[in-house]
């Protein structure tokens, strides 16, 4: 069954960058990969998962959270399955275990979410 692996998380200073990204494993979608938005979600210890941002099928639509709009950019690249998310300006507050999904809609509802990686972390600490 194909799964979305995160990667690229890691420690970084605040106001410093980071960039993850998302990519298949283990098979593929039921549809083509730019059939799927892309969203990036992130929970911090002790508090509810929240949306951070999120890419139509071809890319041509996005969507920001405002805690990270003007700082994080999200892209895909359809040709290699994958998506990113570039983190900028970062701050203790980003400082979150990152999740990326897929599903058939273009939305910050995670319930139309079908397909979950299992996180990575990023830390923003001096």
């Known amino acids: 069954q194909v799964q979305l692996v995160e990667s690229g998380g890691g420690l970084v200073q605040p106001g410093g960058s980071l960039r993850l990204a998302c990519t298949t494993s283990g098979g593929t979608f039921e549809h083509p990969f730019n059939y799927y938005a892309l969203a990036w979600w992130r929970q911090a210890p002790g508090k509810d998962r929240e949306f951070v941002a999120a890419?139509?099928?071809?890319?041509?639509?996005?969507y920001y959270a405002d805690s990270v709009k003007g700082r994080f950019t999200v892209t895909r690249d359809n040709a290699e399955l994958t998506a990113y998310l570039e983190m900028g300006s970062l701050q203790p507050e980003d400082t979150a275990v990152y999740y990326c999904?897929?599903?058939?809609?273009?939305?910050?509802?995670?319930?139309?979410?079908?397909?979950w990686g299992q996180g990575t972390q990023v830390t923003v600490s001096s």
């Open positions: 890419a139509s099928g071809n890319g041509g639509l996005t």
């Open positions: 999904a897929a599903g058939p809609a273009f939305t910050r509802a995670p319930n139309l979410y079908n397909y």
